[in-house]
């Protein structure tokens, strides 16, 4: 198989490794300093029949270039789309990157005070990281933060390049998350030998590579490892309660000080945990709810310690948003004031580069949200990047956070292994974003087949074991199973329904959408008295196709299909219904088939970004929505834009 004989070992041992320490975002501080290895990595893909030779050589004993061809790829970024080789292209095995980096010598030098860690924002799917030949970390999983302390490695040999390679492979199994499975074609007469296929049942391309920034870091020898805020709030006066873990010591002080956006200190605290007082505090709102949208103070938590008679001192910065949280039966409060969802769904995806970050395309994203008057987004069908999730934070577009549940269809991904691998990759998740005033649900899959009878326990565990990691937010998973035979809906907050009538069914028929849509509402809400977001809708469109009457694939289709979801949303927000997501926010790349046309074109906006006439309809009804419902000041209800 991809690799087989070698990943699936380790995936045996990976699994279920529950999530140790913090997993801080690593800023510039007056203790601390980053360097990116963003740019160029030699990179090889392992065509060895195995995908094997890359272990069964050592590839990471040597320089990558002396164990035979490199090629150069860009760190981050997908590797698929670069070259111009399908089957690096369609590539599924171990590949090989690698860099050489020369470390400040203050990093290196004198005592053991400092200490480097190599992170990476994210690499997909499976790594497994060496410094200098010597294995520093393995990783599962495609979209979340690893790292490695690497100071022993790296002090010995100060002024030498220090070599970091990395192996991943982007195979996927009944047991991964998302799972997918290896298909060998046996019939000789149809396929070559050892032909195999990889079956996934999401929609979107299986891009891989390192997708997130690479970067190293130093602490002091003695850190501060983590940090957990929640807030509470009434109008004039709020609480911060934090909880701070420090490695390498228990003889620290810990000292905080809460600023407010002027630099002024607003609350001061000590120790490990606690809680400070905001009196007259500014919270965080919603994009549209409030003139001043993600307002955020800075917690500084300073900790000294002192090591064989030298004072250590580590800083760390941490925004702060101060909002609240509630359900209830009918509506989604935010610091106590009904919160619509008027957004979208997205994919990390674009030209060229994949799935990896690109700040240019994250800029666009985020100036085209708030164009279109977009208060949230799902991050379907995986986690996004920090740096994206900083900016929902700065700029107060709302979150629910998913996780890489998505195609949980076969039985055996419902077994005690997947299960065990989904709580950790909760972990790990809540671990990254906990402290993210923008994310305000954690969802913990996209349509599983949770008709299944083992969905049941299934996600009442993970459902379970995410409230139990972070009580203070909601929990959903996404669902497209009818309301009578979902055995995973009891479990969740709010229920988070998918559904495309006049497209899977009833293809062509707009007409049957006020139906059918007003009767899904009323099973739903009948059958559990929860508020209902409508997760998915949409219509495929080709730009530049025009059809009137509508046809399907036509902008006006894609319009059409709007306005007959839209009269039934506005009937029921009045009742229970608490939000709806487009799908989707731009088209995207997914494996091929009949019914892809160089991707899903369900975007309102193109693959480029350019908005299809869909997205003009949205944007007069979200920006309508915010100025019935929010309570702006003139000027922004008249739809100024107030970009930050
Ligand atoms: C869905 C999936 C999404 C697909 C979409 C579609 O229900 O959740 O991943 O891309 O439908 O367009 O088929």
Redesign the pocket.
Known sequence: MAGGCRLLPLLLLGLGTAAAGGMLYPRDTPSRERKELGGLWSFRADFSPGRDAGFAQRWYRRPLRQTGPVIDMPVPSSFNDITQDPSLENYIGWVWYEKEVLLPLRWLQGDLNTRVVLRFGSAHYYSIVWVNGVQVVEHEGGHLPFEADISSIVKGSPGVPCRITVALNNTLTPYTLPPGSIQYMNDKTRYPKNYFVQNIR???FNYAGIHRPVVLYTTPSVYIDDITVTTTSSQSVAMVQYQVSVVGSTLYSLSLSLRDQEGKVVATGDGPAGELKVLNPNLWWPYLMHENPGYRYSLEVKMQVRVNGVLLEDVYTLPVGIRTVHVTSTQFLINGRPFYFHGV?KHEDADIRGKGLDWPLVMKDFNLLRWLGANSFRT??YPYAEEIMDLCDAYGIVVIDECPG?GIKMPESFGNKSLQHHLVVMEELIRRDKNRPSVVMWSVA??PASELPPAANYFKTVIAHTKALDPSRPVTF?T?VNYALDRGAPYVDVICV?S?FS??HDPGHLEVIPLQLTTQFENWYKAYQKPIIQS?Y?A?SVPGLHSDPPLMFSEEYQKAMLREYHSVFDKKRKEYVIGELI??FAD?M?NQGT?RVLG?K?GIFTRQRQPKSAAFVLRERYWKIANESSCLPPIIKSHSLFLK
């Open positions: 999401f929609d979107f769904n379907s069908h998505v996209n349509e996404v497209d998918n495309y497209w899977y998915e949409g495929d799908w989707n995207f997914t019914t899903n369900k």
